[in-house]
């Protein structure tokens, strides 16, 4: 028997849009390992933030900061850290236009500032507090991701100037700041990799922008009904909203589960 496995995104695809796992979702997860498929999970978020998911899920295998940080079976395989002297001339240049920013390791994250309302406003809608404030954290430290805190079209400026980095919004005021072609999809080819499997007996099922690349990478690429307009187009099913237990709807209309 082929060898499978399934990358789920966290947010709008395992979580509702009230941040708690379905129990569908928790039984389809377990029966699916239960059946010898792998399962992962791909995220934008840092490992610490979602370790008791995956204690609930029973998942040790994960590709987080969109990503940069790669954990196969409990085992770290692959790391794509920020540039350290791009970064701190991004975090002068966001100092100088008063916007702040977040840096992300595997185990902690700090502010660039001690409050600042588009921290707070951003990260509350993930339930999570507003990190203690460091802004040197990231000088030593492999960064894996960071967030910029800036509105709209200002997002634009840092493109032009440090293009060593890739920007993703996933809030009205903040962005992900990436290397530059780092993306899920790439995490994923590193996985497959490690787990000697091939591309085409991979799923993937999300609903962001950030999805976009690993939805389109691999075999069966899986857009939740909630999903932006972007990730619904370059997807191979589209299924209900994750609110209506579209993941689970997927698992068993794609064969997955019988």
């Not at 707070?120 to 910029?148: C, M, V, W």
Request: with cysteine.
């Amino acid at each position: 028997m082929t060898k499978k496995i399934a990358f789920f995104d966290i947010d709008g695809t395992l979580l509702d849009h009230d941040k708690k796992l379905p129990e569908k979702t928790k039984a389809a997860i377990q029966a699916l390992k239960d059946e010898g498929v792998y399962c992962a999970i791909a995220t934008g978020r840092a490992p610490f933030m979602y370790k008791k998911l995956r204690e609930e899920l029973g998942i040790d295998s994960f590709v987080s900061f969109n990503g940069q940080y790669v954990v196969f079976e409990g085992k770290e395989i692959y790391t794509n850290p920020l540039s350290e002297p791009e970064l701190a001339r991004l975090h002068k240049h966001a100092e100088q236009n008063d916007h702040p920013m977040v840096f992300m390791n595997h185990e902690e994250m700090k502010s660039s500032v001690p409050d600042h309302d588009h921290i707070e406003e951003s990260l509350g809608t993930l339930y999570i507090d507003h990190p203690s404030a460091d802004a040197s954290f990231f000088k030593g430290r492999n960064i894996y991701q960071s967030l910029l805190f800036c509105e709209g079209d200002e997002i634009e400026e840092y493109r032009e100037a440090y293009d060593s980095f890739d920007y993703i919004r996933w809030h009205p005021v903040s962005c992900d700041v990436l290397p530059k072609g780092g993306s899920k999809a790439e995490g994923i080819k590193k996985m497959i990799e490690a787990a000697g499997l091939k591309m085409e007996d991979t799923y993937a099922f999300g609903d962001g922008l950030n999805d976009i690349e690993m939805i389109r990478e691999v075999g069966t690429g899986v857009a939740m009904g909630n999903a932006v307009p972007e990730t619904k187009a370059v997807s191979d099913f589209v299924t209900k909203d994750v609110g209506e237990d579209g993941l689970s709807h997927a698992i068993y209309e794609l064969g997955l589960l019988k």
